[in-house]
């Protein structure tokens, strides 16, 4: 990074708000590890604790970092991990829409704008593996020199290119989302289901959540290590370090698969029925399914 000198950091950075934060997505990774897991085993759902795994390790190397203020490799993996986690808790969002379109609207009418409930989910993972790839490269380039020099600034200018991709695919997927909510006003099964509007809100909180911390992120990237973002600690806290952590907990306290179910799978020889996941009356197992 240009102007770096004898510390990798463009401020004097926390090292108590560091190790909390460590802290506490530690124990969010550690719940919402529990419930995917351990209580429900959803699988489908694995991309969300494995990013907050991801941002677990990515604080702690911030941490390392602060009391190694000259190491330039433990700063750039910590901002490398930090960057990329939110593109796999953003992926846990877009597998939802898919299953909750097949729970709450009727089987002739699994469409939204025109375009059915599979095929969202296709679309828009498709999206988050295009974008997670793209940061992943600009960031593995910028990385390689340790963000410093020419080659660093092309990685990030790919990094900035899969964050807007990330960003428009966000805003898209809150539109269509927006209008599936709209049409459960009226259109909702009666089997649908009982607290799904719960995992609606656990959606709508963590999209709105990721899509301003990618926003900032762009911002920050944009302005380069001499900008406003990159020299004062307190844009990182709150527009990354508190949206992420509260788009992953989250979760924590509305699990999808605590009112939506498993999918309509045998375990240990027993179907798991909609029934035993406090639905309503009985609905199909395969309108769990993506």
């Known amino acids: 990074m240009a102007g770096i000198t004898d510390s990798v950091w463009m401020y004097t950075p926390s090292f108590a708000l560091a190790v909390l934060a460590s802290i506490l997505y530690s124990l969010t990774f550690l719940w919402l590890f529990y419930l995917t897991i351990i209580k429900y085993r959803a699988w489908y759902f694995t991309c969300v604790v494995i990013g907050a795994a991801i941002e677990v390790i990515g604080y702690a190397l911030r941490c390392a970092s602060i009391k190694n203020p000259t190491d330039i490799g433990t700063f750039a993996s910590s901002l490398s991990l930090v960057v990329l986690a939110p593109v796999l808790v953003a992926a846990g969002n877009y597998l939802l829409i898919g299953r909750l379109i097949r729970v709450t609207l009727p089987a002739n009418n699994h469409r939204v704008f025109g375009v059915h409930g599979r095929l969202l989910t296709r679309i828009f993972v498709g999206f988050d593996i295009v974008s997670f790839l793209v940061q992943g490269g600009g960031s593995g380039v910028a990385s390689s020199v340790e963000w410093v020099g020419g080659t660093a600034d092309v990685g990030v200018k790919i990094l900035i290119a899969g964050l807007g991709l990330q960003a428009i695919a966000f805003l898209f997927f809150m539109a269509i989302f927006a209008r599936f909510h709209f049409l459960t006003r009226s259109a909702a099964v009666r089997e649908a289901p009982v607290g799904w509007e719960k995992v609606v809100v656990a959606v709508y909180v963590s999209s709105v959540l990721i899509l301003i911390r990618c926003i900032y992120r762009v911002a920050e990237f944009a302005e380069g290590v001499e900008g406003y973002s990159f020299t004062h600690e307190w844009m990182f806290w709150v527009f990354e ?25 045998f375990r240990g020889g027993r179907l798991l029925t909609p029934e035993r996941f406090g639905y309503r009356s ?3 197992g395969e309108l769990l399914s993506l």
């Not at 370090?241 to 799978?265: E, K, N, Q, W």
Request: overall charge positive.
């Open 241 to 265: 370090a508190v949206p992420m952590l509260i788009a992953i907990g989250t979760f924590c306290f509305f699990h999808p698969s605590a009112y939506l179910g498993r999918d309509g799978v």
């Open 282 to 284: 009985r609905v199909p």
